[in-house]
């Protein structure tokens, strides 16, 4: 379990002696790692009793080319800013660089926190 509250340490080092239980609204999770492969999603409950779909793999993407949305098959990620091990692991994030059958592109939303992959054709 992922805690955002207090550090258990002060600046010295030293020991910090907790004040109370976690609460909930310091709750928090590890990231989602979506990778391409056969859909799977996972629903999250969130504060004010939301939810969020988290895709835990899918092959599926949204490609925004020129004004005009398709459906198009995911094949491959081709680049990750967010991290170069992804490449190698085939993990979909904001800003990655996706081919599919409908060409090169950079996805703009976030599937670990959407469901979706939305993504704009790249020109190259």
């Excluded at 609204?25 to 004010?48: D, I, N, S, W």
């Excluded at 092959?59 to 680049?79: H, M, R, S, Y």
């Excluded at 081919?99 to 020109?123: C, H, I, L, W």
Aim: net charge positive; no cysteine.
């Amino acid at each position: 379990m992922q805690d955002q509250g207090r550090s258990t340490r002060k600046r010295t080092g030293g020991r910090l002696r907790p004040i109370r239980n976690r609460k909930k609204h310091q709750l928090g999770r590890l990231p989602t790692e979506t990778q391409v492969g056969e859909p799977r999603f996972k629903t999250v409950g969130t504060r004010g009793n939301n939810e969020k779909t988290r895709a835990l793999a899918t092959n599926v993407a949204n490609v925004n080319k020129g004004g005009e949305t398709v459906e198009a098959t995911i094949e491959d990620v081709v680049e990750n800013d967010a991290n170069p091990n992804y490449v190698r692991r085939n993990i979909i994030t904001k800003g990655a660089l996706i081919e599919t059958d409908a060409g090169t592109a950079r996805v703009t939303s976030r599937p670990g926190q959407t469901g979706q992959v939305n993504a704009v054709a790249v020109d190259e």
